[in-house]
């Protein structure tokens, strides 16, 4: 079955580095969606990403998704400490929204 | 938030008891999900409706049953809680299939001793 793997699985920065989340499927997605989750709460959609080489932005966060249309990553610039979560990736194949993983991220002030 | 409502919000349940999770939705939306969520494992579906009395098995469907007799409903039973079942539950809503973003209820925290 399509697998979904979300690389790495925990990161602790300093407030103001960069942050990166790698997503890759064992399939071709037809789109890709990244959602956060804060401690306690519940997962919260970013945004969807359907053309081969998109890449979109929101504020300091950055994401793209690969030409071959089985990766894709989640880029924060200058961390700050509400960004502390963890967040996923979700591909859609010819079945089922495949969550990964996730990636948690603690940010220290 | 779309409104999505996961009723009760904790449970401890003892092993052998059944179990039901209730959804409630006032979006109109026609796909409901359930879902859990485990340390290490990250979201896995456990079942999913595209329609009132129409639904379909997930990667994790075993020890669980659903319903749908309402669009705004979708309950969850666990016939005979397990310990292994011991975790958080979250509904979630979309609109259509596959292409649309998926609305997640706040979850409910089953503790089965």
């Known amino acids: 079955g399509q697998q979904v793997m979300q690389i790495p699985q925990y990161q602790h920065v300093q407030e103001g580095e960069d942050f990166t989340t790698y997503c890759n499927s064992s399939?071709?997605?037809?789109?890709i969606q990244w959602y956060k989750q804060r401690p306690g709460g519940h997962p919260v959609f970013l945004i969807q990403?359907?053309?081969?080489?998109e890449v979109k932005k929101q504020k300091r966060l950055t994401f793209q998704f690969g030409e071959a249309k089985k990766n894709s990553s989640l880029h924060i610039t200058a961390t700050q400490t509400t960004d502390v979560g963890t967040y996923f990736c979700a591909g859609e194949g010819y079945s089922t929204l495949t969550f990964g993983k996730g990636t948690m991220l603690l940010v220290s002030p | 938030d779309a409104g999505i409502t996961q009723s009760p919000r904790h449970k401890v349940t003892e092993t052998g008891t059944p179990v039901t999770l209730r959804c409630h939705q006032t979006e109109n939306h026609r796909y409901m999900y359930w879902y859990r969520q485990d340390p290490g494992h990250g979201l896995r579906l456990i079942h999913y409706?595209?329609?009132?009395?129409?639904?379909d098995k997930g990667e994790v469907s075993d020890g669980y049953s659903v319903s749908r007799s309402k669009t705004e409903d979708f309950l969850l039973t666990l016939e005979s809680a397990t310990s292994s079942q011991t975790s958080v539950y979250f509904c979630?809503?979309?609109?259509?299939?596959?292409?649309?973003?998926?609305?997640f209820g706040n979850g409910t925290r089953l503790t089965v001793t």
């Open positions: 399939t071709t997605l037809s789109n």
């Open positions: 990403l359907v053309k081969s080489g």
């Open positions: 979630a809503i979309s609109e259509s299939w596959g292409s649309s973003p998926l609305h």
């Open positions: 409706s595209y329609g009132v009395k129409d639904t």
